[in-house]
């Protein structure tokens, strides 16, 4: 079983900047694919970004462009993900997940999930 802790959320002003982490425990953390993703109030779960077991490969959603970057740590077992450039539009709960698939992953059919950071970004 793989447990997902992730930090780094709180309340910036819009073109602000925010560092998530995600510590996992309790798996091969290099073996997993892991992926962000974010849930404002009223709106469907959205794909942030993935990226591959290796740090190789990372997609990300549409609506970054080029403001979000994704990295690991394979050796702390640390996923983050950088958001720079914040609209209020960006405000959610952001999740970070884990799969056994090598990934990267663009689906939501992750094995493992995290209890999620609140991100608010005011205008």
């Known amino acids: 079983q793989v447990q997902l802790v992730e930090s780094g959320g709180g309340l910036v002003q819009a073109g602000g900047s925010l560092r998530l982490s995600c510590v996992a425990s309790g798996g091969t953390f290099s073996s997993y694919a892991m992926g962000w993703f974010r849930q404002a109030p009223g709106k469907e779960r959205e794909f942030v970004g993935s990226?591959?077991?290796?740090?190789?490969?990372?997609y990300y959603g549409g609506f970054v462009k080029g403001r979000f970057t994704i990295s690991r740590d394979n050796a702390k077992n640390t996923v983050s993900l950088q958001m720079t450039s914040l609209k209020p539009e960006d405000t959610a709960v952001y999740y970070c997940?884990?799969?056994?698939?090598?990934?990267?992953?663009?689906?939501?059919?992750?094995?493992?999930w995290g209890q999620g950071t609140q991100v608010t970004v005011s205008s």
């Open positions: 990226i591959n077991s290796d740090g190789g490969v990372i």
């Open positions: 997940a884990a799969t056994i698939r090598s990934g990267p992953v663009a689906d939501g059919g992750y094995d493992y």
